[in-house]
């Protein structure tokens, strides 16, 4: 397995259903995200974590808890979500934040949440 | 906080034409990178740009980052139906490990 991976890859829950996205990365990165891809907002930076600290929350409700066990996985637990949750979720890693000229990051190919 | 401007938002062209969008910003950053996301996948980084003017070309792409390193372009030779997708700049403050994205360009190439 090679990349960022994603499960799952489509997902519809209700309003009062507990669920949890995964992303697990094969490329020895430190540095790994999530972003919510909506219509409204193309690319919306949700959590950073770098070496398995969390780094950044951007104002994010609490109806979404990310996890990071390690340098490779990397959650996000759901909990009494909206509709308007309903997007795609993308993970992505990347190598050390700090000291490099450039911080490419890997995506993975996302998961697909609808909440009814 | 670092805002990038991308324009058009929307571009629907027909096989064979030549288009530019560009990326925007007031900040300067340290790079800048674009990536293509097609339907039903993540974005996947085409390239970075790091010294200011610098030009790269891949196949029918030019990339050109703007010599003040806040802005940037992406010029498409003879579009292709393959080339549809969206199209995404980053820009890159490697002092405050932060990449800032753009609202993106929505390209439509049609036969």
């Known amino acids: 397995e090679t990349g960022v991976t994603q499960t799952p890859r489509h997902l519809v829950m209700g309003m009062t259903n507990k669920k949890s996205l995964k992303c697990e990365q094969h490329?020895?990165?430190?540095?790994m995200y999530w972003y919510k891809q909506s219509a409204k907002k193309p690319l919306e930076l949700m959590f950073v974590?770098?070496?398995?600290?969390?780094?950044e929350n951007n104002s994010v409700p609490s109806r979404f808890s990310p996890e990071c066990p390690n340098s490779s996985h990397l959650f996000l637990h759901l909990h009494t979500l909206q509709p308007e949750d309903s997007a795609l979720y993308l993970c992505?890693?990347?190598?050390?934040?700090?000291?490099?000229?450039?911080?490419?990051?890997?995506f993975g190919p996302g998961t697909r949440l609808t909440v009814l | 906080t670092q805002l990038l401007e991308q324009s058009p938002q929307f571009l629907s062209i027909q096989e064979g034409e030549n288009l530019t969008v560009y990326c925007n910003s007031s900040?300067?950053?340290?790079?800048l990178q674009w990536y293509r996301q097609e339907p039903g996948e993540g974005p996947v980084l085409l390239v970075t740009?790091?010294?200011?003017?610098e030009v790269k070309k891949l196949k029918r792409l030019t990339f050109q980052f703007g010599d003040a390193r806040k802005d940037s372009s992406l010029h498409i030779t003879a579009a292709q139906p393959g080339d549809t997708g969206l199209y995404l700049c980053?820009?890159?403050?490697?002092?405050?490990?932060?990449?800032?994205f753009g609202d993106g360009t929505t390209l439509t190439v049609k036969p």
């Open positions: 992505a890693s990347s190598r050390n934040l700090a000291g490099l000229p450039y911080n490419e990051q890997f």
């Open positions: 490329l020895g990165h430190n540095a």
């Open positions: 974590y770098n070496f398995k600290e969390q780094t």
């Open positions: 900040s300067v950053f340290s790079s």
């Open positions: 740009v790091v010294t200011g003017g």
């Open positions: 980053a820009g890159i403050n490697t002092n405050a490990g932060k990449s800032t």
